[in-house]
């Protein structure tokens, strides 16, 4: 061996570090994955993007919905898209909230209505209703659903 010897101390330390290191690295690979609860936990299963397939002018195409935590709280905001041309319409996003009895929800204020959405999920698909509350009184409020299909 070339170079100076090691003292005592130095060998001593460096032999606790690699013993360190050694239980580092087994603790990581016997560390247990998070279980799917775990991993899921900041999602719902309203999460991703639906689309109505069969949606014709004015009707609603396309629902983003996307959730996250922040903190200890679980967050939702949801998208809504609407066929028009050259290219779909938004209503933008809204806070969304999962209420009892499965339901998701959503209000949109937008320039001519209140739009409140609600949206109930079965596997794959999924129920969209809207009720429109107009801002003019001389229009009556009306109320429409779409069956969606996951994308996602």
Not at 19 to 39: I, K, M, N, Q, Y
Not at 54 to 65: K, N
Not at 74 to 82: A, P, W, Y
Not at 97 to 102: T, Y
Request: with cysteine; aromatic share 10%.
């Amino acid at each position: 061996m070339s170079g100076t010897p090691l003292s005592m101390p130095v060998r001593v330390l460096l032999a606790a570090a690699m013993s360190l290191s050694g239980v580092l690295v087994t603790a990581w690979l016997v560390w247990p994955e998070p279980t799917e609860a775990e991993t899921i936990a900041c999602f719902i299963e309203e999460t991703g993007t639906w689309s109505n397939r069969h949606a014709r002018t004015g009707d609603i195409s396309r629902v983003q919905v996307e959730s996250q935590c922040k903190g200890n709280k679980l967050v939702h905001r949801v998208r809504v898209l609407t066929k028009c041309a050259p290219r779909d319409c938004t209503w933008g996003w809204a806070a969304g909230a999962k209420k009892s009895g499965g339901r998701f929800v959503a209000t949109f204020s937008t320039y001519s209505a209140y739009r409140y959405f609600q949206m109930e999920v079965t596997g794959n698909h999924a129920l969209v209703s809207v009720t429109y509350d107009y801002h003019d009184e001389r229009k009556e409020d009306e109320a429409a659903s779409f069956r969606m299909v996951r994308d996602d």
